[in-house]
T-cell receptor, first 114, second 109 residues
């Protein structure tokens, strides 16, 4: 079956702009999590959505937001971009069945803020 | 709060030498522990999880609740093991998955 897909793969924006990233989970997966990956900080959790509801949230400012649609696809939005937002943004989906908590990762969206 | 600590950013070993990637965690309940791996230009993927008690690509990891550790071990390193390794913890219920900062394993030929 198809893996997690993320669009776009690469994005260049300038400070102050906003950006929307998209993630399509594996069919049947209802949990979608977003992470920011940087060389210095590793993987930092942004938020998790399950059945269109935000279930967990990391310690990021309110400029970072997300949502999930009824088909489990998820979007992440970052407003008023800052240079420090440059990173690889990863999306992961999972069954979250209680017995199987493996996360399946997408290829990521590389965001560069100039 | 749950926390995962990987003390080494970089671990260099010679081919054929034993490997141990350290992972310590902080969690008050009974966590589920994972090791994820990211090879060059590939996606982050699950390597193994403690509940499976399996050996994948020669790697094993034992959950030590007394020491709150979940170290990843392999008796003989191979060049193809060179990658970024992340330890991860999931608390009970609907809690999020917390990742460590990762350890880059470099196997020297």
């Amino acid at each position: 079956k198809a893996g997690v897909t993320q669009t776009p793969r690469y994005l260049i924006k300038t400070r102050g702009q906003q950006v929307t990233l998209s993630c399509s989970p594996i069919s049947g997966h209802r949990s979608v999590s977003w992470y920011q990956q940087t060389p210095g900080q590793g993987l930092q959790f942004l938020f998790e959505y399950f059945s269109e509801t935000q279930r967990n949230k990391g310690n990021f400012p309110g400029r970072f937001s997300g949502r999930q649609f009824s088909n489990s696809r998820s979007e992440m939005n970052v407003s008023t971009l800052e240079l420090g937002d440059s990173a690889l943004y990863l999306c992961a989906s999972g069954k979250d069945s209680g017995l199987d908590n493996e996360q399946f990762f997408g290829p990521g969206t590389r965001l560069t803020v100039l | 709060a749950q926390r995962v600590t990987q003390p080494e950013k970089l671990l260099s070993v010679f081919k054929g030498a034993p490997v141990e990637l350290k992972c310590n965690y902080s969690y008050s309940g009974s966590p589920e522990l994972f090791w994820y791996v990211q090879y060059s230009r590939q996606r982050l993927q699950l390597l193994l999880r403690h509940i499976s008690r399996e050996s994948i690509k020669g790697f094993t990891a034992d959950l030590n609740k007394g020491e709150t550790s979940f170290h990843l071990k392999k008796p003989f390193a191979q060049e193809e093991d060179s990658a970024m390794y992340y330890c991860a913890l999931k608390g009970g219920g609907y809690q999020k998955v917390t990742f460590g900062t990762g350890t880059k394993l470099q196997v020297i030929p």
